[in-house]
Structures are given as C-alpha cells and as structure tokens.
C-alpha cells in the first residue's frame, strides 16, 4: 500500500511538474509574441516615420521649383496653384490616411510640372531648375524606396496579426492592421515618361 501511494505520489508531482512546465512555455511564448508585436509595431512607425523625412524634404523643396518654374510660365498658373495646394496639404496631414492621400495629390502635382516644363527648353537648360530636378529626382527615389521597406515591414506585421496562434496575442493587445502606402490611382501607376 505505501508503494502504490509513493507512486501515485511520484506521478501526482511528474505530472504537476509536466503541467507547469507546459504553463511557463506558454507564458514564455505568449511574452514573446507580444514583445514581438511591439517590436513589429514600432519598425512600421519608424519606417513611415523616415517616409515622413522624405516628405518634408520634398515639400520644402517644391516652393523653390515653384518659383523657378513661374518665372518661365507665367500662363501655367493653374498648374502651379495644384502643387502649392498639394504642398499644405501635405504639411497639415497628421494622420497615416491623410499623409498617404497628401503624398499622392503631391506626385500628381508633381508630374504636372514637369510636363509643363518639357514646354519651355530655356527653363529646361536653366541651372536653378536642373539642381532642383536633380534633388526632386533623388527624393522620390529615396521616398520609393523608404515606401517600399514600409510596405515590406507592414507585411510581417499584419500576417502575424493574422496567424494563428499569434492572432490570439494580437486580439487581446486589440491591434488593428496597418495600412500599406500604396498609389491612389491607375494614373499613379501608369509609367509616367518626363524627359528634362
């Protein structure tokens, strides 16, 4: 009899032990995933946090551009208001959404301007215009590309949202899915041929 009950009592603590075992992998495995989630969550903020560098720069450019273009183009004016519209637009935006919509009206804007100055060679040849093409050029590669890390970490994110076990996790931090950066219209997406 105390040898069936030091058994039952040995597996009575193996299974205990087995149990918690079981329990601290979970905790450990749940602390994680939602370590992970946050870790997820901030490289998606700091990656629109750098678009938003990169915005700032091409808005503060775009009033020298301005400038340079109506000197030449006095009758384009309409072209012109769009983009200085696009521009406070784009300054006043504080939410993801509106910076996303503010980012498109300023290509448009943009690809406007340069059609505009495909109709006046002296403006093309101007040095003024040139340096400022050429940093325009290097900020919407730099935004291209700082999108598309955007997009790459919104992507994990959002499909470890999903998953399971880990939606679990998600759901109880009560995470939404984030958006991706992506262009508003076909027009956006057409190939747009400028030369300068």
Same mark, same amino acid.
Request: one cysteine or more; glycine letters at 6%; aromatic letters at 8%.
């Given at each position: 009899?105390?040898?069936?009950?030091?058994?039952?009592?040995?597996? !009575?603590?193996?299974?205990?032990?087995?149990?918690?075992?079981?329990?601290?992998?979970?905790?450990?495995?749940?602390?994680?995933?939602?370590? !992970?989630?946050?870790?997820?969550?901030?490289?998606?903020?700091?990656?629109?946090?750098?678009?938003?560098?990169?915005?700032?720069?091409?808005?503060?450019?775009?009033?020298?551009?301005?400038?340079?273009?109506?000197?030449?183009?006095? $009758?384009?004016?309409?072209?012109?208001?769009?983009?200085?519209?696009?521009?406070?637009?784009?300054?006043?935006?504080?939410?993801?959404?509106?910076?996303?919509?503010?980012?498109?009206?300023?290509?448009?804007?943009?690809?406007?301007?340069?059609?505009?100055?495909? $109709?006046?060679?002296?403006?093309?040849?101007?040095?003024?215009?040139?340096?400022?093409?050429?940093?325009?050029?290097?900020?919407?590669?730099?935004?291209?590309?700082?999108?598309?890390?955007?997009?790459?970490?919104?992507?994990?994110?959002?499909?470890?949202?999903?998953?399971?076990?880990?939606?679990?996790?998600? !759901?109880?931090? $009560?995470?939404?899915?984030?958006?991706?950066?992506?262009?508003?219209?076909?027009?956006?997406?057409?190939?747009?041929?400028?030369?300068?």
């Amino acid at each position: 009899m105390n040898l069936l009950m030091s058994v039952g009592t040995i597996v !009575g603590i193996a299974v205990g032990a087995a149990v918690a075992l079981i329990v601290i992998i979970l905790v450990c495995w749940g602390i994680g995933a939602r370590n !992970g989630f946050v870790r997820n969550r901030n490289t998606c903020e700091e990656a629109f946090a750098t678009i938003d560098v990169y915005l700032k720069k091409r808005y503060d450019l775009i009033p020298n551009l301005v400038e340079t273009v109506k000197g030449y183009a006095k $009758h384009e004016s309409e072209t012109l208001e769009r983009v200085i519209s696009a521009r406070k637009s784009g300054i006043a935006a504080t939410t993801l959404s509106e910076k996303v919509a503010a980012d498109a009206a300023m290509t448009r804007a943009i690809v406007d301007v340069k059609k505009v100055a495909e $109709h006046y060679p002296d403006l093309k040849a101007n040095v003024n215009f040139l340096d400022l093409s050429g940093q325009l050029k290097q900020i919407e590669t730099q935004l291209a590309e700082q999108r598309k890390y955007y997009n790459a970490v919104v992507k994990k994110f959002n499909t470890d949202k999903e998953l399971f076990p880990k939606s679990v996790i998600a !759901g109880m931090m $009560h995470l939404e899915k984030m958006p991706y950066f992506e262009l508003e219209s076909d027009e956006e997406r057409q190939n747009v041929k400028v030369k300068f």
